[in-house]
């Protein structure tokens, strides 16, 4: 152990380099654990931050000479904050441009088979609806969806209808409100909630400019692991594999989108992809945080594009700040399904235990609605008091 004799100053450093070296390796193993609570859910996110703060807690520790205290717990502390920063580096090289793409740039020159996509989540509260709708016309994609938007965001983005006149709305004032407007025929597009009866959900298929290319659309932005939102993952969890159970039944050009409210890194996302067969566009090109745009230092990627290996990549990026706490995402897609072979060779595989966990967090998941349902029936109604 340090010297307690030593400056004060000197016992202060140790105490903070050994508190940040428990908080590294604890935020390390949590996620590990396949609970679905909150406060563990919640450290999937800050990978990056994660390894930044290890390894800074690492240069702190050399610098105080813990490869030279006596006993060697300085050594295995050391140890075990590299073995966490290799992990957190494990999961996170994927989504940087040093791995290899997941899914190939397109060789398609621009025509009747691309198709164009930008995702906003515009903070129900935020009151920038000008600017927002600036930055969409900009960019000018053919598919748009906006989450959290209610009756005012409706009519903030309603001229978005002169350009993207196959619309399916579902304003709402609980921040579950969604927008979707396209510029290419909509067919069979509908609104359902899967789980919560106060989170919708986009389902549809689309009709590329080619007349005969049908895409299936899913939209989601199901509720997050958080103490104002949802005590558990389990319903985000089960919203998702639901949609992607349902991907896999059928084989179709596929594309999933919105504010997913968890990282790619995550189980849960990875088992997505699995039981979906649907790439990762960010795989290969760059994490692209979306979230959260106030904070720069406090960035992870929540809102997502999932496709089918039918597709490629002619464009990827995140759009300028529009008042939210997320930066919206925009992608253009190819439709070129003569390589689809080569690149469902990159499709992550399920196997017999992920289709099993799949089934098992959907059945919780609906579980737990149940019982949500059966506690707000139960719950006393508040008695008005009379007036004098």
Not at 198 to 226: E, I, M
Request: proline share 7%; glycine share 6%.
């Amino acid at each position: 152990m340090p010297d307690l004799d030593a400056p004060l100053w000197m016992v202060i450093a140790h105490g903070l380099v050994l508190l940040l070296t428990v908080a590294s390796l604890v935020a390390t193993l949590l996620p590990l654990l396949r609970e679905t609570a909150w406060w563990i859910r919640i450290f999937d996110f800050p990978r990056l931050q994660i390894v930044t703060v290890a390894l800074l807690t690492m240069a702190g520790a050399l610098l105080l000479g813990w490869h030279r205290l006596p006993g060697y717990w300085g050594l295995g502390a050391l140890g075990a904050l590299a073995a966490a920063v290799a992990y957190q580096a494990f999961r996170i090289v994927p989504y940087t441009p040093v791995a290899s793409k997941q899914i190939a740039d397109s060789t398609r020159a621009d025509g009747n088979r691309h198709l164009s996509l930008a995702v906003m989540n515009v903070l129900q509260y935020n009151k920038q609806g000008a600017r927002a709708l600036a930055v969409l016309q900009e960019i000018d994609p053919d598919l748009i969806m906006a989450v959290e938007t209610d009756q005012w965001w409706y009519e903030q983005l309603r001229p978005l209808e002169a350009t993207h006149p196959y619309t399916c709305h579902e304003p709402l004032d609980n921040t579950y409100g969604l927008l979707f407007f396209s510029r290419l025929p909509l067919e069979k597009c509908e609104i359902k909630y899967l789980l919560d009866d106060d989170v919708p959900s986009l389902h549809g298929q689309v009709l590329l400019p080619d007349g005969h290319t049908k895409v299936r659309l899913y939209g989601l932005h199901p509720k997050p692991p958080a103490p104002a939102e949802s005590k558990t993952s389990t319903k985000r969890d089960a919203e998702l594999l639901l949609v992607g159970k349902e991907i896999s039944e059928k084989e179709a050009p596929t594309i999933v989108f919105g504010d997913m409210n968890d990282v790619a890194w995550s189980h849960t996302s990875e088992l997505f992809r699995r039981i979906s067969g649907l790439l990762d566009p960010r795989v290969g090109r760059g994490l692209l945080p979306t979230f959260h745009a106030d904070y720069m230092l406090l960035r992870w990627p929540l809102d997502h594009v999932f496709v089918s290996p039918d597709f490629k990549v002619d464009d990827i990026e995140r759009l300028p700040y529009v008042g939210s706490d997320h930066f919206p995402i925009y992608i253009k897609l190819s439709y070129e399904p003569q390589d689809k072979v080569m690149q469902e060779e990159n499709c992550e595989q399920a196997d017999i235990e992920d289709y099993q966990e799949a089934e098992e967090k959907i059945q919780e998941g609906f579980e737990e609605e149940e019982e949500e349902e059966e506690q707000e029936v139960a719950a006393p109604t508040p008695k008005k008091e009379l007036s004098t």
